[in-house]
């Protein structure tokens, strides 16, 4: 008994050794990151193989970049393999291939095992000592911002200095060895050696090569030697030399074309000894080309373009590539981006060719990809089918399962050339496949199924909805609902009654209602405990259940009824309704008021509407209207979902339109929908009243000759104009009266017949459609004298010029060229002002003014250069292009439009920086004339821009009539322009003289 139970104990504990050593082999890495919270050094990169093992674990686990390693912890880096180590005070630590080195240690008390390899280490500037553990021999190496090289084999121990200088302590004494110096160890003797050659490179660098690539080796020499060789091994013992050449000199050339880790030194002889430099190394890595993921050519899309594509590519070592995409042999479009993916927008249809390849400054033979090209095809989408039968949630009653069959038809989809019918039973599907529109499929069991048709092309596939119908053999007569039963929901939250017989036997009987989803009642959705005969049970989902009642007697009996299948389905969708054939409705304005109307009409500020009744549907959750301009339903102008039976239609105009609605019950069922009714709307007839015309030449209380052009604004619902022009206010006695369409009118010999002594009135008249009218405001004229004529001919002959007053010439077409000397600053962020010289005969503008018959009287192109110098040698551009409408009002005018500007900056950092900047406004300003005398006349105007450039101009010109169509133009322009370039905030101001001449036309 006692050895059975020793047995037993020592299984146990082996067990638990057992438990332990897998924990220790196989603890997660991220567990084990957790216990290094007192870390010595992190690897801070690594290349192929390179492992990692804890102090207190079993298992030797792959190290990666950003591993930290604690006290006693060890790296081992394989063949081929190499990594790099961080202390925590900034010194770096070096690990070739087939070193082994262990961290002992903490807080700058550190000690260093290696027990093979070789470490290059570079000290910090923070840190003087370092200890290592070298074969057993401990050392103590002191210095500042040295580099050295430790090594450990079989049979050497050896420390060379790289830089700087270095004193070693060990038990038997302090060595202090310099640059270009080697200390061996036999025992704790140390030996220093002068190496007379120093390896400058390559040394811990990293070469990515497409073919055979020349390395350039380079070396200093410190001391005469002879018989120099440059030894170049894949492996750090140099076993397996690929090059060893005498050299003469301080460098060598030698090709490389194959990837791996090199290890290369030197050896001579200097002063009859022989000597070896310490083992530098770098590795090779072949490049190779990314790989782009398989792209499904042709791209399908049903629009004008491809909204979204994304092509995808595996490389390693990149962290930013070149694309280069082409489109109908069109010119490359390239593009840099950060990761290996690009994702493509808008692609018209077409076809491309796609390429890709690694960016790197270190890296210049990186390859491109293989070209994929792909193409971008727009094809017509499938309709979805229509389902002709079975009808939806029809259900099947048949005697003999055997002997059943049901049809299926749809009608025919165009563009398809085969059709898939899924047919889905207790979760099974099965398809189908015919060429026609029409399909006959045995009954196989009964039960409830779903089905749907897929019509199919060469590209492309189109489903129909899932439609459900059941198949029930007819049984007995059984409890209400009756098994089989299928109960229509109108609503989600719609209540079902189940009632069943009483017990008439049992005196005072306790029923128990279950409802489950299957018919062995595993999954019990509903459980009540009842003393009546009927309850009312509420689903969350639709299907199909199965029901019974259990009654509990007495003596604590309980009797189950026979379980009753129901199927609970949404009800058929609502009838379509019934709308008139034909109506007619007038379309109504809201009555408001605001600052709007004081520029349009209140009639075009809130445009009409008309409101669309129907019969109202209880089952109706939505209603679903289309508004269509035809007949035939091809131009659809209008598509609303609303809640009520009513739609109010904004914006409407006058004419005839169709419509239909549909009703969207509670299961978002969309139903048919209704017959197309035809749609009259008509204006009121207050809508076709004008709202009259403004006058605008000739001016109240001014002087009118022969040849005059009488002109006001266009009415918008004026189909033509009654001018008149009376002897009296009221316009009792009208001396001239003419229809006419256009907005103007020039009287000639009319004019003639005036009385110089009288005064004359005139207005215009809208008349709109059905006889409207409006009368505009009225203005008095007068005729200017014959001796005022004579005088003014006699004094414009003297001078050789005939000239009519400026104000009363009708202008249609102006064009001027002005020359502007300007004085122009530019302030910059951090940027001492600067002033723009040389812009006195460097500074032109065209403009271009024409009147039009809108809602725009009158249009203005202009374009406007300066030029000249910054700090003495840079050059100045301002570029100016503008475009502007403007309309009349009687206080003056309103204009806007749109300013393009280009304009150059300069901020200063070291040195000055001219850059470029293309910027956009929009200009809102208003202008006034006023007539001076019979040859001078004054514009005034101001404008504010906004948008990517903001600021203000203001001009005032003055015009001289110098001939009939010609006139001479003077005065002063300010403007203040303020924008961002390049994060520097900048603002430029100019103010200019103007001096320029106009043609009329």
């Known amino acids: 008994m006692q050895t059975k139970y020793f047995d037993q104990i020592l299984i146990l504990l082996m067990a638990a050794l057992a438990v332990f050593s897998g924990y220790q082999l196989y603890r997660p890495i991220d567990q084990i990151q957790l216990d290094s919270a007192h870390s010595v050094a992190e690897i801070i990169s690594q290349v ?17 970049i950003g591993f930290k390693l604690s006290e006693n912890d060890m790296i081992y880096t394989h063949a081929d393999s190499s990594a790099e180590i961080e202390l925590n005070d900034g010194s770096t630590l070096s690990l070739a291939e087939s070193t082994l080195f262990k961290v002992s240690g903490v807080n700058n008390q550190e000690e260093f095992n290696l027990e093979r390899g070789i470490v290059f280490a570079k000290l910090a500037s923070s840190r003087r000592d370092l200890k290592v553990d070298l074969g057993g021999n401990k050392l103590q190496l002191s210095a500042e911002n040295a580099e050295f090289q ?28 310099k640059e270009n110096q080697e200390a061996s160890f036999n025992g704790s003797q140390i030996k220093i050696k002068n190496i007379p050659l120093i390896s400058l490179a390559p040394h811990k660098k990293t070469y990515y090569i497409a073919q055979a690539h020349n390395i350039h080796f380079e070396w200093q020499q410190k001391m005469e030697s002879q018989n120099i060789k440059i030894l170049i091994a894949t492996d750090r013992k ?70 979204e594509y994304t092509i995808q590519w595996s490389a390693q070592g990149f962290k930013a590539f070149e694309t280069q995409l082409s489109f109908n042999e069109q010119p490359s479009l390239n593009q840099e981006i950060k990761k290996n993916s690009l994702r493509l927008t808008e692609l018209k249809k077409g076809k491309y060719t796609f390429r890709v390849r690694g960016i790197d400054n270190d890296r210049p033979e990186a390859l491109w990809s293989e070209s994929k090209a792909f193409e971008v095809l727009q094809i017509e989408k499938l309709s979805a089918p229509h389902i002709l039968s079975p009808s939806p949630n029809s259900e099947f009653v048949v005697y003999d399962i055997e002997q059943s069959q049901i049809s299926f038809a749809w009608d025919n989809v165009l563009g398809s050339n085969s059709y898939r019918l899924e047919l889905k039973s207790n979760n099974e599907v099965q398809s189908f496949t015919s060429q026609s529109h029409h399909m006959t499929l045995p009954l196989t069991a009964e039960g409830s199924y779903e089905w749907r048709l897929v019509a199919l092309n060469d590209l492309q596939e189109s489903s129909s909805e899932w439609n459900t119908f059941s198949v029930k ?28 017989k009483p017990d008439s036997k049992t005196q005072d009987p306790t029923y128990l209602l279950e409802v489950s989803n299957d018919p062995q009642f595993n999954q019990i959705q509903v459980t009540r405990k009842l003393k009546g005969i009927k309850s009312n049970v509420r689903f969350s989902k639709l299907g199909t259940y199965y029901w019974r009642t259990k009654i509990i007697k007495e003596n604590g009996q309980v009797e189950f009824s026979r379980p009753t299948k129901v199927e609970v389905v949404p009800s058929p969708a609502p009838k379509p309704l019934e709308l008139p054939e034909e109506n007619t409705i007038e379309i109504q304005f809201e009555k408001e008021t605001s600052l709007w109307n004081w520029f349009i009409s209140p009639a075009y500020a809130d445009g009409g509407f008309i409101e669309l009744k129907w019969p109202k549907n209880e089952d109706a959750k939505f209603y679903k209207i289309e508004i269509f301009t035809d007949s035939e339903m091809k131009n659809k102008v209008l598509d609303k979902t609303v809640q009520t039976n009513s739609f109010k239609w904004n914006n409407v105009t006058e004419g005839q339109y169709f419509w239909r609605v549909a009703i969207v019950d509670h299961w978002d069922r969309e139903g048919t929908f209704s017959n197309l009714s035809k749609l009259i709307t008509s204006y009121p007839e207050e809508f076709f009243a004008p709202v009259g015309s403004q006058l605008i030449t000739p001016k109240h209380r001014s002087a009118i000759r022969k040849g005059v052009e009488f002109e006001w604004s266009k009415d918008d619902k004026a189909e033509k104009y009654r001018f008149m022009l009376a002897t009296d206010l009221e316009f009792k006695n009208i001396i001239f009266e003419k229809m006419l369409k256009q907005s103007s009118i020039r009287l000639n010999t009319e004019i003639e017949q005036l009385n110089p002594e009288k005064r004359y009135y005139w207005k215009v008249v809208s008349i709109g459609k059905k006889g409207h009218e409006k009368s505009s405001l009225r203005r008095q004229v007068y005729r200017l004298p014959n001796e005022k004529k004579r005088e003014e001919k006699q004094s414009l002959t003297k001078s050789s010029k005939v000239l009519p007053p400026h104000k009363k010439r009708m202008v249609q077409s102006l064009l001027t060229i002005d020359a502007l000397p300007s004085s122009i600053s530019e302030d910059t962020t951090n940027t001492r002002t600067t002033t723009v010289s040389g812009t006195a005969l460097n500074s032109l503008r065209l403009s271009y003014r024409r009147k039009i018959s809108m809602w725009f009287n009158e249009y203005q192109t202009e374009a406007h250069r300066l030029s000249g110098e910054v700090f003495q040698n840079l050059s100045f551009s301002q570029i100016y292009l503008s475009l502007k409408g403007t309309r009349p009002y009687s206080w003056g005018n309103l204009s806007t439009g749109l300013n393009i500007y280009s304009i150059n900056s300069y901020p200063v950092q070291t040195t000055v920086k001219e850059q470029s900047s293309t910027l956009f406004a929009v200009p809102i300003g208003v202008s006034k004339s006023f007539n001076l ?43 203040n322009l303020s924008f961002t370039a390049d994060s520097n905030d900048v603002s430029v101001s100019r103010i200019s003289l103007l001096l320029g001449i106009s043609q009329l036309f």
């Open 48 to 64: 192929n193989t390179v492992k990692t093992k804890r102090n207190n674990w079993l298992a030797w686990l792959d190290s990666n």
């Open 150 to 177: 430790i090594s450990k084999d079989s049979e050497n121990q050896n420390i060379s200095l790289l830089s700087g200088e270095m004193k070693i302590q060990n038990e038997s004494g302090i060595q202090v060895i």
């Open 238 to 307: 140099f076993k397996k030399m690929i090059n060893s050449t005498s050299i003469q000199g301080n460098s060598f050339d030698f090709i490389i074309d194959q990837s791996g880790t090199y290890y290369w030194k030197l050896v001579g002889q200097s002063n009859q000894e022989s000597f070896s430099t310490p083992i530098r190394f770098f590795q090779v890595y072949r490049e190779f080309a990314p790989q782009i993921f398989e792209i499904n050519s042709p791209l399908i899309t049903f629009e004008e373009v491809l909204n």
């Open 473 to 500: 053999i007819a049984k007995d007569n059984a409890l209400s609902p009756q098994d089989g039963s299928v109960v229509e929901l109108k609503r989600p939250d719609q209540d079902v009654t189940f009632e069943w």
């Open 933 to 975: 005398s019979s040859r001078w006349s004054t514009e005034l105007s101001a404008h504010a821009l906004l948008g990517t450039i903001l600021g203000t101009e203001a001009r005032a010109h003055f015009n001289y009539s110098w001939a009939e169509n010609f006139d001479l133009r003077t005065g002063i322009e300010y403007s």
